[in-house]
DNA sequence: CCATTAGGCAAGCATTTGCTTGCAAATATA
DNA sequence: TATATTTGCAAGCAAATGCTTGCCTAATGG
């Protein structure tokens, strides 16, 4: 145990990016995010215990109740990461859009008003 | 095996970030690939396959070589479900930017010319 | 044609992961 | 105080992961 734990490991389970995706619209505690998955609860607070680990929620304590606040600002990590691949395919896309609109120029009868 | 096979997935190893990173610069074949990592050729081979089981690199047979080429476009998918998050990190972020700014015009004095 | 080079396939193995069930601790409520 | 609710802890387990080594196939070049 107490392997790699980062965002990206983090972010690869579906129902981690659940638990995120749900925490989103507002800060829930552990039974209630539970209720939301058909596994069990352990399996849950197990998740939730890697997403805390990883700086991807903040657990507050009030009364026997843990709530579990989402801390976005974590997934900026993946973003940087992305951000030069981005230009890529970003790069590609302005390439086909200006094949695309150099075709309508050459084709003004096919292009049609719409796009 | 034969398990989940996702993007998310692909980009939670470490060495497939790095293989991807590689290629980035220009398509490479396998044995030059394996040849920049403390690892066995198979299994960077294993690696490599993931990638391209993921649609993330694309595999292109010459001779006896197999040159991998970068499927960027690919990561866009990690990117659009990043892109919710991202809006509620980039507030805070803009929100931050605010006080700081605020903060300078109420404090001309210590502010200074840097920033 | 034969040696070299690029790569695939598969068995084997230690570790990690994701899940379960059972039980204990702490807080809230009747 | 007795009981219900929220959560944590731990053992156990099947499957997945990441890696290795050994051997096989195919294309290239002398």
Redesign the pocket.
């Known amino acids: 145990?107490?392997?790699?734990?980062d965002v990206f490991?983090a972010i690869?389970?579906p129902?981690?990016r659940e638990i995120l995706t749900l925490l989103r619209r507002r800060a829930q505690?552990?039974?209630?995010i539970?209720e939301q998955f058909?596994?069990?609860?352990?399996?849950v607070?197990?998740?939730?215990?890697?997403l805390s680990e990883c700086d991807l929620i903040d657990?507050r304590k009030?009364?026997?109740?843990?709530?579990c606040h989402l801390k976005a600002e974590k997934l900026a990590e993946v973003a940087g990461w992305l951000e030069p691949f981005s230009r890529l395919w970003e790069d590609r896309f302005d390439q086909l859009d200006s094949l695309w609109k150099e075709w309508r120029f050459q084709n003004p009868d096919q292009a049609g008003g719409k796009d």
């Open positions: 145990m107490e392997a790699r734990r490991q690869a389970d129902t981690r505690n552990l039974n209630s539970a058909d596994i069990s609860r352990q399996a607070s197990l998740h939730i215990k890697i657990l009030e009364g026997r109740e843990r709530y």
